[in-house]
């Protein structure tokens, strides 16, 4: 079936480390997105990339940064800049053919990055 | 910029009991609208989505959506809740030209007792 597959679901890191939140789809969409979810401020975005080779920043994007080498993937790093890493990250993506799929967001099951 | 409103953070009915959750966007072009539903720890699924066309919008495991311009509203209904219905309910909006970005509401919590 095809999907959005996030890893890892629950990861754990100390102060001042980066850590990489993977993002991988098999649904040939060209977009893909990063949010973060934080209790009662709903999803917010952090990163997006509609081509291969090309991204633009959310509305978050500080202390974050991701890259998309491949249609597939789209991992986030969430470098030592980010100040309340701490959050329930979400990925997601889209396909920008068609009015019927145009719009539509397919989410992964998400990643709770916990800062010790 | 877009943005949107939902007004009720936490709401509890009985199950059996009908459901409106609330939903206010901003901005004046015509709207993409769409409803997303959340269980704990998990990613988003949608519900429903308004396009263009019937202004009334049927969606999965019994929801629909009503898109009304002049309130600038598209709240989601339910006739009978059943309890595993309990989650946490996302109104979202794209516009065209803008459609790679969608803006969230923060949610409602509905909470079924029985």
């Known amino acids: 079936d095809g999907g959005i597959t996030q890893s890892p679901k629950y990861l754990f890191r100390k102060e001042g480390q980066n850590v990489t939140l993977s993002c991988e789809q098999n649904l040939n969409h060209d977009a893909m997105y990063w949010y973060r979810q934080d209790p009662g401020q709903g999803l917010r975005l952090i990163y997006y990339s509609q081509i291969v080779n090309d991204f633009q920043k959310g509305d978050i994007a500080e202390g974050y940064s991701v890259s998309r080498e491949k249609k597939e993937s789209f991992p986030l790093t969430v470098t030592s800049a980010q100040k309340n890493p701490t959050a329930f990250y979400l990925c997601?993506?889209?396909?920008?053919?068609?009015?019927?799929?145009?719009?539509?967001?397919?989410f992964g099951a998400g990643s709770r990055l916990t800062v010790l | 910029a877009q943005s949107v409103t939902q007004p009720d953070i936490h709401i509890t009915v009985s199950e059996g009991a009908s459901l409106e959750l609330r939903c206010n966007y901003s901005?004046?072009?015509?709207?993409?609208l769409f409803w997303y539903v959340q269980s704990p720890g998990q990613g988003l699924q949608l519900l429903l989505k308004?396009?263009?066309?019937?202004?009334l919008v049927q969606g999965i495991k019994g929801f629909e959506a009503e898109f009304k311009r002049s309130q600038s509203s598209f709240n989601l209904r339910k006739p009978s809740v059943h309890w595993s219905d309990a989650a946490e309910y996302f109104c979202?909006?794209?516009?065209?030209?803008?459609?790679?970005?969608?803006?969230f509401g923060t949610g409602t919590r509905l909470q079924v007792t029985l």
């Open positions: 901005y004046g072009a015509t709207p993409y």
């Open positions: 997601a993506s889209m396909t920008t053919g068609g009015i019927s799929g145009a719009n539509v967001l397919t």
């Open positions: 979202a909006v794209g516009y065209t030209g803008t459609a790679s970005k969608l803006t």
């Open positions: 308004y396009f263009s066309g019937d202004t």
